[in-house]
């Protein structure tokens, strides 16, 4: 059985009544998911700024209606001249190219994000369900242990609790996001359309969220700590969620479903091999209770056959895909 959880919601689930305030939102981190964020916030008629770390980029920013920031929080010095807002997410991935390790820039990266932002911000954290260890299949929600091997989940959790500790007396909220995927970013997928073994094995669960209702969470994140005025006895204003669709799916069925839409062959899998992902040893189901009754009430795409077949109905031919390897 899913665990339970003891938590109520301090607020309407989202969607009841959004602020009709404009608001002046940073994304911190314009990646697949910020990008979709960005338009949502713009959509409603926010004020947007979005960061790179490399001035070239700079001018699609811009092209795309955002204000660019050049910032990089392993360079404490451009963090001095980030714009007053309202909203933050932090949305960023690291980037094992930079030669900075995952410790230094995910979590005291992250520190100094913080310190450089005005304490009435309203936080968003974009971590991952990889902080959860659990691999024998059984459910787990937020008040289930943490105990990650891998380093990404390993980082996020320690970041997790520079949030936590950020948000005394502020407002914050954690996403835990499950594997994301969307348009442009299915898993393997061009593996299964030409046949190849995939480097996992068949079994094991998958915790999916499509990108459009990952960015629907950031926006009804933001809508609930603007509608939840912190009480001067309350210690702390942050709030977890785990974030994923409303049925797990076995990696099997998942790929099998991709090669029926394909007219593909039947998936083949790396079961007890040596080159199978180091990430495919996570088994677990992600319970979304607490994200259905305070945040999303309806997702979009609440399986991963609606999310896929709004994918490959964009691109019949199969496309070009990338992304993570759940």
């Known amino acids: ?3 339970s959880d003891p938590e109520s919601c301090r607020t309407q689930p989202a969607g009841v009544h959004e602020s009709p305030e404009k608001q002046r939102t940073l994304i911190f981190g314009c990646g ?6 960005a338009r949502l916030a713009q959509a409603r008629g ?4 979005a960061t790179t770390r490399d001035p070239r980029k ?35 991935s690291h980037d094992s190219a930079s030669g900075v390790g995952r410790y ?41 242990p943490t105990r990650p091997t891998r380093p ?59 990108v459009a209702d990952a960015a629907a969470a950031v926006m009804a994140a933001w809508q609930a700590m603007d509608a939840d005025v912190p009480e001067p006895s309350r210690v702390r204003s942050h709030r977890l969620f785990a974030v994923a669709d409303d049925r797990p799916v076995v990696r099997r069925d ?24 180091v990430r495919s040893d996570s088994n677990k189901r992600v319970w979304n209770r607490r994200m259905k009754r305070c945040l999303l009430p309806r997702l979009a795409f609440p399986t991963y056959r609606q999310g896929l077949d709004d994918v490959l109905n964009r691109d019949r031919r199969g496309g070009s895909h990338r992304g993570a390897n759940p």
Not at 131 to 137: A, F, L, N, P, T
Not at 157 to 186: C, D, F, N, Q, S
Not at 259 to 275: E, H, I, M, N, Y
């Open 1 to 3: 059985m899913p665990p």
């Open 32 to 37: 697949y998911v910020g990008r979709r964020v």
């Open 46 to 49: 926010d004020q947007v700024w």
């Open 58 to 92: 700079a001018e699609a920013i811009d092209e795309a209606g955002w204000r660019p920031v050049i910032a990089d929080w392993n360079r404490p010095p451009t963090l001095r001249g980030l714009p007053p807002v309202d909203r933050l997410l932090v949305a960023v």
């Open 104 to 144: 230094e820039s995910q979590v005291l990266g992250l520190q100094r994000l913080l310190d450089a932002i005005a304490p009435a911000t309203r936080v968003v954290y974009i971590s991952t369900t990889g902080v959860y260890h659990q691999r024998d299949g059984r459910w787990v929600d937020e008040t289930s």
């Open 152 to 210: 990404g989940g390993q980082a996020h959790l320690m970041a997790e609790e520079r949030v936590r500790r950020w948000a005394v007396h502020r407002r914050a909220t954690t996403l835990r996001l499950g594997g994301i995927y969307g348009p442009g970013r299915v898993p393997r997928i061009a593996d299964v359309r030409d046949g190849r073994v995939l480097a996992s094995p068949g079994g094991g669960y998958l915790n999916l969220i499509h």
């Open 254 to 277: 998942f790929y099998q479903y991709i090669a029926d839409r394909l007219a593909a062959p039947t998936p083949r899998f790396a079961d007890g091999q040596s080159k199978m992902s």
